[in-house]
Structure formats: C-alpha cells, structure tokens
C-alpha cells in the first residue's frame, strides 16, 4: 500500500509492481485516487480476494510443495528451465525472446557466481525506460540544464545526500589505507 500511496518502492518486487503499473498508464502515487479511482477499487478487490483465497490454497500448496522439495535437484531444473522458456516464447511468439530469457539467464548465474546483488539490475531492466523518459522531460523542460536539479533546497540535499552515499565506499577505502600507512 505504501507503494500504490506514496509511489516509492520498498523492494525489488515492489518495484516490479511499480513498473508495470506504469507501463499500464497507471501513475502510482497520491493522484492515483483522483485519476484512477476503478483501479484502486480493482487493487484492494484483488489483495481481498487473494487473501480469502490464500487459506484453501495455502494449504494445498503446503500439501504439493513437500513433494516438490522431495523431488531432486537435476529433475527439478530442466523442468523449471522448461516452463521458463515457454513462458519466455508466449510473451512475443518468437524464438528471440527464448534466446534473450537464456542471456539473461546466464548473466543471472554469474551475478549470483561473483557476489553481485540481482535486483539492482533486474530494476535497471524494469524501470530504465521509465527513468529515462523521465530523465528526458525534465531536461527539455528545463532547456538542458541539471541545474534545475539542484535549484530547490530538498532536491539540493537529496543530491548530497545521494552524492555522499556514492562516495562513502571510496571515503571508507582512503580512510583505511590512511590507518594501514600510519601504522
């Protein structure tokens, strides 16, 4: 609800929601009320339904999931690679998206290989469009200039503060290579 209210992802999946409502022409946030009031009704209809529904389904997938997590590991696999690839090949109907749903998933395995969080970059994926025509807008809005960043005190401070959290990895580094010279 915060999401749909406020329209600030708390998480990846969040986001996710986030993302698709706009690819809808759903603008979340506090004029979703006044602009789209249906839906609203739509989203709290659907989480109450869910939620009516979770306890008779929760308990059959309790009941389902045990045997899937008996199951092994090299059955299980192919067939989740299975259902992804056609699922992959339903969205467009072509043989591309297979091969682009397989990129992905090996650029997945070695993000996950090497220690790099996922989600940043299924966000990226997601909300990149998104963010760019944003990004756009305001720059021709404002005749090119980021100084229309910067012009108001709050976005002023959330830049700092931004800026800060991107240098804090490099202060930490410097900080502790100054301790390793000193002793």
């Not at 993302?19 to 249906?38: A, C, D, E, R």
């Not at 306890?55 to 999931?65: E, T, Y």
């Not at 989740?80 to 682009?100: E, K, P, Q, R």
């Not at 290989?113 to 944003?134: K, S």
Request: charged share 10%; hydrophobic share 60%.
């Amino acid at each position: 609800m915060p999401a749909l209210v406020f329209g600030i992802p708390g998480d990846a999946i969040t986001a996710i929601v986030i993302g698709v409502l706009f690819m809808k022409g759903v603008n979340p946030g506090p004029t979703i009320f006044l602009n789209n009031p249906s839906t609203v009704y739509g989203i709290f209809m659907a989480f109450l339904v869910a939620n009516l529904l979770m306890i008779p389904l929760g308990w059959v997938a309790i009941r389902c999931g045990r045997v899937i997590l008996k199951a092994r590991l090299s059955i299980l696999m192919p067939i989740i690679l299975v259902f992804c690839m056609v699922g992959s090949f339903a969205v467009d109907n072509t043989v591309a998206a297979v091969g682009v749903a397989l990129a992905f998933g090996v650029i997945g395995y070695f993000m996950e290989e090497a220690g790099i969080p996922i989600a940043p970059f299924v966000l990226g994926i997601v909300l990149g469009p998104l963010v760019e025509q944003n990004f756009l807008t305001s720059m021709m809005k404002s005749g090119g200039s980021f100084v229309a960043f910067f012009d108001r005190p709050i976005a002023a401070g959330l830049a700092l503060v931004t800026i800060m959290i991107w240098l804090s990895p490099l202060l930490a580094f410097w900080r502790r290579r100054k301790l390793v010279d000193q002793a």
